[in-house]
């Protein structure tokens, strides 16, 4: 584009020149000469390229250096591995059970704990009534040697459970009968064999240092002895 306006600034320069020649008269536009000039500067001229599509320049990428991670980041970053501590196992009795066999108990021994069990939880439905008879069974079999080895050893245990005179003057129920059945010739202790104590449970859930309390049911708390094993 340049040098086309160079060419016509030259066209003009040569026009303005030739002024005064024949007499001061200047060349025609359409005069030949004047088209020669014309043509020869045009002829001069490069002719307009066009440019119709953009490319950058290639640009070379560089190649970030690798950045060395502290080893202190990188250990945190490590997955710690899986514990193979197995976990300290329960003190023994807190989920072990005592079971029963057939004939293991006499039916006086059995109808006595029926008559106890109505002394004790009447009006309890049957996991009241089962957990009660279960203490007395998990003592009778407990061998720490503190409690007689008996059934009514163990109920008539001194300042324990209910006096010997009202145990034996309470008649059992058909409920009562039935549970104590099942605690002990049909199934065995519902609760586990380290519970030895019970209370009613509005006198809470703490009583002495050698207990831990288990669990509340139907009226009363159960407890772990602790150092009856």
């Known amino acids: ?42 002829a001069l001229a490069e002719p307009t390229v066009w440019i119709t599509e ?4 290639p640009t070379e990428l560089l190649t970030p250096e690798p950045t060395e991670i502290p080893e202190e980041i990188v250990e945190a970053l490590i997955p710690a591995p899986a514990s193979t501590e197995l976990p300290t196992p329960e003190p023994n009795g807190r989920n072990v059970y005592y079971t029963v066999s057939p004939g293991q108990f006499t039916d006086e021994e059995i109808y006595l704990v029926a008559r106890f069990i109505t002394c004790e939880a009447r009006y309890a439905g049957d996991e009241g009534q089962r957990s009660v008879a279960s203490v007395v069974l998990n003592r009778v079999l407990n061998s720490s040697g503190r409690f007689p080895s008996t059934v009514t050893g163990v109920l008539l245990q001194r300042n324990q ?16 009968l039935k549970n104590a059945r099942y605690v002990f010739s049909e199934h065995g202790s519902t609760l586990p064999k380290m519970v030895l104590f019970y209370k009613a449970a509005f006198l809470g859930t703490t009583w002495e240092d050698y207990m831990d309390y288990y669990k509340t049911i139907e009226g009363n708390c159960f407890f772990y002895g602790k150092y009856y094993f």
């Open 1 to 42: 584009m340049s040098k086309r306006i160079t060419a016509l600034l030259l066209l003009i320069i040569v026009f303005l020149s030739g002024c005064g020649k024949r007499g001061g008269e200047a060349p025609s536009l359409l005069s030949d000469e004047a088209v020669l000039i014309s043509e020869k500067h045009f």
């Open 54 to 57: 953009y490319e950058p320049a």
């Open 161 to 176: 459970f209910v006096k010997k005179d009202k145990l034996y003057s309470t008649e059992p129920t058909s409920k009562a």
